[in-house]
Every structure is written in structure tokens, then in C-alpha cells.
């Protein structure tokens, strides 16, 4: 079983900044793409960033230039630094990766965090 623990959501005011932590942990035998998505209330979730094992990265439009997404394969941890922080990133921000279970595995599986409360005051 994997599991991703997130941490480092939290209060900030408009212009503040914040860093998640995601750390996978289980049994597997390689994550691949590792990312951050979102839910605002009332809305979807969405996509925020993403990176693959050889550190190609994806961004939203929304946070282009705002947020950086950073791993480290050793440790198996992904982090979003995010700056300028503005009210509509208020959201519920969840870990996603994929993984191969062992090196025979051919398919990838699909594992979500908790979530974490992002919460930007004007």
C-alpha cells in the first residue's frame, strides 16, 4: 500500500508565500509523475503542477510564474513553492502520484494524500 502525506498548508495573507511537502511511502517500486492539484469550494479539481521523474514540469496557466514544483527521487518528495499568493488559490490542495508496484509491474497505479487547506486572506 502507498500512501502520500502532505504537509505545509496553512494561513497566509494576499502576496504571502507557502510551501507543500508531499512524501510518498509504502511498498513500490518507482514513482513517476508526481503533481499537485486543487478543489476550491463549489468547484473542480484541477490541476496546479506536475513533474515527471526526469523533472519535466507542467504548469497551470493560473500559476505560471507564481509556483514552482521541485522532487526529489531519493527521497521520494515532491514540493510546491508558492509565492504571491492571491485569494483565489484558496483550496484544498491534494498530492497525486503514479507508481509501479514492482519491476515486473507494467501499469500504473494512481495514489491521492489527504489534502492539505491552503487559505489566502485579502
Known amino acids: 500500500q502507498v500512501q502520500l502525506v502532505e504537509s505545509g498548508g496553512g494561513l497566509v495573507q494576499y502576496g504571502g508565500s507557502l510551501r507543500l511537502s508531499c512524501a510518498a511511502s509504502?511498498?513500490?517500486?518507482?514513482?513517476?509523475?508526481m503533481g499537485w492539484y486543487r478543489q476550491a469550494p463549489g468547484k473542480q479539481r484541477e490541476l496546479v503542477a506536475s513533474?515527471?521523474?526526469?523533472?519535466?514540469?507542467n504548469y497551470a496557466d493560473s500559476v505560471k510564474g507564481r509556483f514552482t514544483i521541485s522532487r526529489d527521487n531519493a527521497k521520494n518528495t515532491v514540493h510546491l513553492q508558492m509565492n504571491s499568493l492571491k485569494p483565489e488559490d484558496t483550496a484544498v490542495y491534494y498530492c497525486?502520484?503514479?507508481?509501479?508496484?514492482?519491476?515486473?509491474?507494467?501499469?500504473?497505479?494512481?495514489?491521492w494524500g489527504q489534502g492539505t487547506l491552503v487559505t489566502v486572506s485579502s
Open positions: 509504502g511498498r513500490f517500486f518507482r514513482v513517476n509523475t
Open positions: 497525486n502520484g503514479e507508481y509501479l508496484e514492482t519491476r515486473a509491474s507494467y501499469r500504473y497505479l494512481e495514489v
Open positions: 513533474i515527471t521523474d526526469g523533472f519535466t514540469t
